[in-house]
């Protein structure tokens, strides 16, 4: 089994040409994708037509999937490190030894630390039910998702008000008349149909309001920018909601039948007026009254988008919440164009797909996290993943002695990578399952190449929403290299362990004649059209039906979960330092061509990759001596320097630096990105355990830098 294709996962070369349904894969948003097969080869790829919000678009990445599929320089063979960690020896594996190495070193570690230290993050979202059922199988709870990084603040703070995490509250964006967007790019940072969806709005004349303290390219759509001060925006929306109250321009039957906590609500925001926001935001206190105005007169079409992690700081969740107060304030719950809430397949009539978890045994142990427990605010469903890394630093509550990251590159997304690679270091086993050469898989012990998307399937996907469906990725032709999907391997694993049977399935399609039982959909079905919908029509639930998923039924301002913490449930803002000299926060973001750092040496993203620059305001630029185009030092936290060139612009807040994330890759293998711009994240000094508590994110965008002309004195 050490070479060509394992006898279970099917080879598919046939000549001819063909058409395959399935997802993309070049980011996690996952879009629907029709793929065009000649004689083997991928010949074209564009969106699924079938889903008529896609239509046949894809985006820049989307579309350099076939560039990356016919590239050499991603993983080819199971490795296995020879010299010291991150030195980047290995000696190539069969897949039987690869995997016998993987199972005698997770039984070094059960024997230390019992199952429960055993770890698995992975990339969240379709697909978990695989990598969740695999550590329920091995015994373990510490299932992570790289969220903590990501979106985790708004996940929580929509569960402790609504009930049910972020991406159950979907945005009707077509029919909306005021969107209000807290740094949520959207039309680069982007996902493809809500990025037509939006450019669709705009041209039928919704109005946007767009909150940064830089002016990305969705600020240049918008009808309203503001600028504010970086992490400022708890205290503007303090200040909307002051003034919506005081205009009583809120929705009266919504509040009185759907919100509970209204009087702290309105004790929180007594003196937050305008005015007062304004000495905190940097946003005129007559905008703000202007901008209410213009909402109560949309309203409930407006939308308060709690943004991903408005912005990765100490009260982001606080500033998620009091997004989606206002959406519950202006009533635009559960209406055409506002806020509607994702539902099941079993909400509409329908069954859904059953779960590989049930197949294995419920584990007890708790999780090495807090989550759920310890932390109550933090749903346990995906935990916290730098309190996995505190772990294995101090083998506190317990020790973690293997882990496994799977679709996700810690060493690029978490925050200060040296931390990170100090507690990666403490493990026995570190696997990495990837298609690339990730920054985390150069310092693994064990790398597994996975199939790429084009050359695998995956289980099927339940999309909760206002139309739920059921997903499919297929595969549309045969693994170039020596690589297997993910359901083959985490099967082989536990094979080997003698964990039970939860993943013995000999081919995908047994896994989905598992999944689909019950439902009345067939395999068939699913690969004609790649998609199968379950509701006609967008289910929208009427006001004399709605019920919200929290203890009380209702949103709930003050709720247990908050109490249960000891958290406030409304806290006053906090103002953060002002930074002067040469410091600065360090903001970053995305453009349109690249996926985190996962694009960089893709043969065509690469050519057309932005130069990476640090955006600078021009007052700040002056006292230091710094002039557009220049190379300038940039330091985090006094321990990593790196150089950069400067765009001087009156576009950044002059508090805060801006640059890209997704440069600064070290693997000598990866060519084309290797040493290319600078890495945001080992610039983020000291971040990786500093954490907004009661959301858990990391506060990433608190980190202050310093910057100098090269070679002036510090
Ligand atoms: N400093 C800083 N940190 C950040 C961010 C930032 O802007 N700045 N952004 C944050 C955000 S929003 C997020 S979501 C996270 C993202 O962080 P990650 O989830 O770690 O990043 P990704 O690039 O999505 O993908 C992770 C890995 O999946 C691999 N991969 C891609 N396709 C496949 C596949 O088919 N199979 C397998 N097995 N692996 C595959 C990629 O090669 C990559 O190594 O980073 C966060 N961290
Ligand atoms: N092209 C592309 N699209 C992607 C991705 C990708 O990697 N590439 N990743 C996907 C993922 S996983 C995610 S999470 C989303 C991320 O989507 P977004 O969160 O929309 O995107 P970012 O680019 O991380 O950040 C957007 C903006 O936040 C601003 N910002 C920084 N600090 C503050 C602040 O204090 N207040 C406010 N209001 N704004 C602030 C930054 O200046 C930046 O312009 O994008 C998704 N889409
Ligand atoms: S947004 Fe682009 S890269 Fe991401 S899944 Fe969709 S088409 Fe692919
Ligand atoms: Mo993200």
């Given at each position: 089994m050490s070479s060509g294709m394992a006898p279970n996962v099917r080879g598919v070369a046939s000549p001819g040409s063909r058409t395959v349904y399935s997802m993309c894969g070049m980011c996690a948003t996952r879009c629907p994708i029709e793929v065009k097969v000649e004689d083997g080869r991928v010949a074209w790829l564009q969106g699924n037509p079938h889903d008529k919000a896609m239509g046949a678009s894809l985006c820049a990445r989307g579309a350099a999937g076939i560039p990356l599929e016919y590239d050499d320089e991603r993983l080819q063979t199971p490795l296995i490190r020879t010299g010291a960690r991150g030195a980047g020896r290995w000696r190539r594996a069969s897949w039987d030894e690869a995997l016998d190495y993987i199972a005698e070193k997770l039984r070094e570690t059960i024997e230390a630390y019992g199952p429960r230290g055993i770890a698995l993050s992975d990339r969240g979202g379709s697909f978990t039910d695989l990598t969740k059922t695999f550590l329920q199988a091995l015994g373990s709870p510490n299932y992570f998702d790289h969220d903590a990084s990501c979106g985790r603040n708004a996940h929580n703070a929509s569960r402790s008000l609504y009930g049910v995490g972020r991406t159950a509250i979907t945005f009707d964006l077509k029919n909306t008349k005021h969107l209000v967007l807290y740094g949520r790019n959207i039309i680069e940072s982007l996902k493809v149909k809500e990025?037509?969806?939006?450019?669709?709005?705009?041209?039928?004349?919704?109005?946007?309001?767009?909150?940064?303290?830089?002016?990305?390219?969705?600020?240049?759509?918008?009808?309203?920018?503001?600028?504010?001060?970086?992490?400022?925006?708890?205290?503007?929306?303090?200040?909307?909601?002051?003034?919506?109250?005081?205009?009583?321009?809120?929705?009266?039957?919504?509040?009185?039948?759907?919100?509970?906590?209204?009087?702290?609500?309105?004790?929180?925001?007594?003196?937050?007026?305008?005015?007062?926001?304004?000495?905190?935001?940097?946003?005129?206190?007559?905008?703000?009254?202007?901008?209410?105005?213009?909402?109560?007169?949309?309203?409930?079409?407006?939308?308060?988008?709690?943004?991903?992690?408005?912005?990765?700081?100490?009260?982001?969740?606080?500033?998620?919440?009091?997004?989606?107060?206002?959406?519950?304030?202006?009533?635009?719950?559960?209406?055409?164009?506002?806020?509607?809430?994702?539902?099941?397949?079993?909400?509409?009539?329908?069954?859904?797909?059953?779960?590989?978890?049930?197949?294995?045994?419920?584990?007890?142990?708790?999780?090495?996290?807090?989550?759920?427990?310890?932390?109550?605010?933090?749903?346990?469903?995906?935990?916290i993943l730098h309190q996995l890394y505190a772990a294995m630093e101090t083998a506190q509550p317990y020790g973690i002695g293997a882990y496994f990251v799977y679709?996700?590159?810690?060493?690029?997304?978490?925050?200060?990578?040296?931390?990170?690679?100090?507690?990666?270091?403490?493990?026995?086993?570190?696997?990495?399952?990837?298609?690339?050469?990730?920054?985390?898989?150069?310092?693994?012990?064990?790398?597994?190449?996975?199939?790429?998307?084009?050359?695998?399937?995956?289980?099927?996907?339940?999309?909760?929403?206002?139309?739920?469906?059921?997903?499919?990725?297929?595969?549309?032709?045969?693994?170039?290299?020596?690589?297997?999907?993910?359901?083959?391997?985490?099967?082989?694993?536990?094979?080997?362990?003698?964990?039970?049977?939860?993943?013995?399935?000999?081919?995908?399609?047994?896994?989905?004649?598992?999944?689909?039982?019950?439902?009345?959909?067939?395999?068939?079905q699913m690969r004609e059209k790649g998609i199968v919908s379950l509701a006609d029509v967008a289910s929208i639930t009427p006001r004399d039906k709605l019920k919200f998923k929290t203890p009380s039924g209702k949103i709930e301002i003050e709720g247990e979960l908050l109490k249960k913490a000891g958290l406030p449930s409304l806290p006053p803002y906090e103002p953060k330092e002002v930074p002067t000299d040469n410091r600065f926060y360090l903001l970053f973001g995305r453009p349109a061509t690249l996926s985190h750092g996962q694009s960089l040496n893709n043969p065509v993203l690469n050519e057309i990759a932005p130069e990476q620059t640090l955006w600078m305001h021009p007052e700040r630029a002056k006292p230091l001596g710094i002039a557009d185009g220049e190379e300038v030092e940039i330091n985090g936290g006094g321990r990593h320097s790196a150089y950069i060139k400067v765009h001087v612009t009156p576009w950044i807040h002059p508090e805060a630096v801006f640059m890209l994330h997704g440069y600064g890759a070290t693997v000598p293998l990866a060519t084309r990105a290797c040493g290319l711009g600078v890495a945001d994240q080992r610039l983020q000094h000291g971040k990786l355990y500093e954490f907004d508590p009661a959301g858990g994110g990391n506060a990433m965008t608190e980190t202050i830098v310093t910057v100098r002309r090269k070679g002036a004195k510090q």
């Open positions: 990025a037509k969806d939006f450019m669709a709005a705009l041209s039928n004349g919704m109005h946007c309001t767009y909150i940064d303290p830089r002016a990305s390219i969705t600020a240049c759509k918008a009808t309203r920018f503001w600028q504010l001060r970086p992490n400022s925006d708890y205290a503007l929306n303090l200040g909307i909601i002051h003034e919506v109250l005081k205009q009583e321009v809120y929705d009266k039957d919504f509040v009185e039948r759907f919100i509970s906590g209204m009087d702290a609500l309105r004790a929180t925001v007594k003196d937050t007026t305008p005015e007062w926001q304004e000495q905190h935001t940097g946003i005129p206190a007559a905008e703000i009254r202007a901008f209410v105005k213009e909402i109560a007169a949309d309203a409930p079409r407006v939308i308060f988008h709690p943004g991903w992690m408005v912005a990765r700081h100490k009260q982001s969740f606080h500033v998620s919440r009091t997004a989606l107060i206002l959406n519950a304030l202006m009533g635009s719950i559960e209406v055409k164009g506002g806020c509607v809430i994702a539902k099941s397949p079993e909400e509409v009539g329908h069954k859904g797909l059953k779960k590989l978890t049930d197949r294995a045994p419920k584990v007890k142990e708790p999780r090495v996290d807090g989550a759920g427990t310890v932390h109550p605010t933090w749903d346990p469903a995906s935990g679709r996700h590159d810690p060493l690029t997304s978490m925050p200060d990578s040296e931390a990170t690679r100090q507690a990666l270091d403490k493990l026995k086993l570190l696997v990495a399952i990837d298609v690339r050469y990730s920054e985390t898989s150069w310092f693994a012990d064990v790398i597994l190449p996975e199939t790429s998307y084009l050359e695998r399937a995956n289980i099927l996907c339940q999309n909760n929403g206002p139309r739920p469906n059921f997903g499919m990725r297929d595969q549309a032709i045969a693994p170039r290299f020596d690589s297997r999907p993910a359901w083959w391997i985490f099967r082989e694993i536990l094979q080997r362990m003698d964990a039970g049977d939860a993943l013995d399935f000999e081919t995908i399609e047994e896994i989905w004649d598992y999944q689909l039982e019950g439902t009345g959909v067939t395999v068939a």
